[in-house]
DNA sequence: GTCTATAGATCGATAGAC
DNA sequence: GTCTATCGATCTATAGAC
């Protein structure tokens, strides 16, 4: 989705009905996926008739992917790390590795969805990789190398390593949430625990 | 003692059609999920009327979940890990992660359908991850207790080791075959190259 | 047991009134 | 633009002949 400050030259303000078709479909696809949702459905949960989609969406895989495909688009990495300092690599993995979590946790639905719908819509799966794992990996190595040039790590292939924290910070939680199991009384403890672990055993095993 | 078992007679051969059916169901519901593949299909690809099929299963989703559930109860972990050298944790960790990388490859296709039909069948997802992640998870604490009391590792806590060291192996190839997208054209040197560099990262990491 | 034929329901998409 | 009404296709599941 795309906020409203967003500037649209070419289209004047959105009607409420064209934006309860967005939010409905949003909803409904993210919970259920492409296939399970009809139109129908989608129609009613918008207060609108079914026709009136169709005149603003050609069909059902241009609406889903267009939701899917600006959901994908928004930037995960919230805090940026090119302005992080390079002499607090605990620091400042710790603060990357609870926001990277969080993320996960925010995004988990959308994730699961795409994987689901990934063979019928691969550009979504693309889309999706590239502007979340895929820059979240890039934004990392750029700050590990930094980090290398100050002597206070010496890590061989900062891209293999960024790579290496990731799946660190997901452990199995990440896998525990795309297949909808619960994990355990507390969660949240376990999360902390989880990225302190990743941290510990990253920066011991890239030690100079 | 069940002598007259109607699903799994093991004693009496099971009929050429049955197990067409079961060949069939399996095939396409791998390959395309639960609900692009229709009944008129499998019946098709099988060789038989879609009424044989429901003389042998009660319905669609039973026929589904008795294919998954059979398919993910088989064992993941080909080598034990019970007799193995507690003073040689480099040589055991490379074989078994690249046994692991192998069966992640394998496996791939039946993993995305678990996740994508989470929500629907979410006695799979558990059966998946109890006799997938959680049994691999479950044999390597147990070796790595074993290489802890010889003293050439130190680790905290060992099942946590334990799914960081499979994280590390995943690392961002599971998820791009989750996602269906190539993963360059040099694949086997990267699976080898990430083996051994989550051997090294663990090992120095958690070195006493 | 296995088949053909079909019921019954739902879906995506459209025609036409207003 | 938005609605109601419906078409045609497809799906799961079943009835009945053999």
Redesign the pocket.
Known sequence: METETKERPTEVAR?P??EAIERAAYELFLSRGFGS?????IAKRA??????I???FA???ELFAGMMRADCAMSWVKSELSDRPADDARGVLLELGRSYIGLLAEKGAMQRIVIAEAMRFPEIAQIFFENGPNASRLALTGYLDRVCATGKLAIPDTNRAANQFFALLRDDIYLRGLLGLDSGDDLQAALDKTVTAAVDLFLKGYAP
């Open positions: 009607s009905k064209f949702v009809s139109m129908d459905e207060g609108v008739s079914k026709a009136t169709y005149s603003h069909d059902k895989a």
